[in-house]
């Protein structure tokens, strides 16, 4: 039996009967209540007081997560409950950044100190957590902390001082874009590191770990950091009143997905109605995000190119072709074509070449799209573009 299948096992059910429950309910009420006290106070700046309260209150709960997760894997040697606590402080690692967010526009320096502090305090989280608990990460998963976690302390303070020379929000929206390309670059370190991984290569690390220690462990804890790193990049558009709508972060699910993709890879899965299923998520939301018009712009040569649809969908086709052709997969091949025929589609309309034409096109679109995932599930389910050849039988002459 596989050792660390059994040990995730426990910790699911450690999570829904066990402590871990608490932890997570104890952290919702501090995310809560924190939200009901700065909410009505957020626009007012002479309560200065409370709001780095609040900052304070939260960042010493991030250390105390940490410190109890500590003791009990230290002491007494509790490992399950110590999955929930690490990545509970992966989220509120950012968690704290965020909420620097409520002083930065009236205090800008002060939220650049701050931040600056942050980062120190984030240096010392993540030492602690790989010596004593989660063991090495890799040199590009430390490079990919670095970059999220550094920019996402940074990014409130540097938003507020330039407000203090442009304070109407649509011209902050280039440095918006500055963070989001920053926090872009750290996903695709961080898909470039899963790509590098070898087929099976997570499986084979975590065999005879516990879940806390294995290699699943810190690429979740990464996952989490990045996820929380975009919902970071959408509270700065509330806190600085910036037009920028849901569709911009269309980038950031592509590389989700890829990122996704190379894990169930890493765990040597090759299920073609999991890849599917992963694949086919930004290209609904693509045709959401066209359709309904959820951008802040149109089709223009802007800050905001990347989150067109016909460019991200483009983007998702050059990822996954890399996919298929690393991973030798001709059902990701098959989803490369038809994300690719998806971007064409956007990009010949949005540019009016097929502006005259009815409607209907949209249909012919979608009926390539569905024809190209039909032939790629039922034309190659586990078949792959090469397969090992099989072992030629050596013959001994005695």
């Known amino acids: 039996m596989d050792t660390s299948l059994s040990h995730r096992s426990v910790w699911f059910r450690s999570l829904a009967m066990g402590a871990s429950l608490i932890y997570l309910i104890s952290a919702a009420l501090i995310l809560l209540g924190l939200g009901e006290v700065l909410d009505p106070i957020y626009d007012d700046p002479s309560v200065a007081g409370e709001k780095f309260l609040a900052l304070a209150t939260l960042s010493g709960y991030e250390l105390l997560l940490l410190g109890v997760a500590l003791l009990i894997v230290l002491w007494k040697q509790v490992t399950d409950d110590a999955v929930s606590l690490t990545i509970l402080v992966a989220a509120f690692l950012v968690g704290c950044a965020t909420a620097i967010d409520v002083v930065a526009p009236d205090y800008s320096r002060s939220a650049l100190f701050i931040g600056f502090a942050g980062i120190v305090m984030a240096a010392f989280n993540l030492f602690s957590l790989r010596r004593w608990l989660i063991d090495r990460f890799t040199p590009l998963q430390w490079a990919v902390l670095g970059v999220l ?6 990014m409130p303070g540097i938003i507020g001082l330039s407000m203090g020379t442009r304070r ?12 989001f390309y920053m926090t872009l670059a750290g996903a695709a370190l961080l898909w470039f590191a899963a790509l590098r991984q070898r087929l099976g290569h997570i499986s084979m690390r975590d065999f005879g770990k516990v879940f806390l220690r294995s290699a699943s462990m810190r690429w979740l804890f990464v996952t989490v950091v990045m996820l929380a790193t975009f919902g970071h990049q959408y509270a700065l558009i509330w806190a ?47 045709a959401w995000i066209w359709g309904a018009q959820a951008l802040s712009q149109r089709w223009a040569w802007t800050w905001g190119l990347v989150g067109q649809p016909a460019v991200a969908m483009l983007l998702l086709t050059i990822g996954l072709t890399v996919t298929a052709w690393r991973r030798r997969s001709l059902m990701v091949a098959a989803m490369s074509a ?19 034409i009815n409607r209907g096109w949209l249909w012919v679109a979608a009926s390539f799209l569905v024809l190209a995932l039909g032939a790629a599930v039922s034309l190659t389910k586990d078949r792959w573009l090469t397969r090992p050849r099989p072992e030629t039988p050596q013959v001994i002459v005695s």
């Open 338 to 356: 038809a994300a690719l025929v998806e971007s064409a589609t956007f990009l010949l309309w949005d540019t009016r070449v097929i502006v005259e």
């Open 240 to 286: 600085f009143n910036l037009p920028l709508l849901v569709g911009d972060f269309l980038p950031a699910m592509v590389l989700t997905t890829l990122i996704g993709l190379e894990i169930t890879f890493g765990y040597g899965r090759r299920r073609w109605w999991l890849m599917a299923l992963i694949i086919v998520v930004p290209m609904v939301a693509g």
């Open 149 to 154: 976690l550094g920019w996402n302390f940074l």
């Open 168 to 179: 109407i929000g649509p011209e902050l929206v280039p440095l918006w874009y500055v963070g």
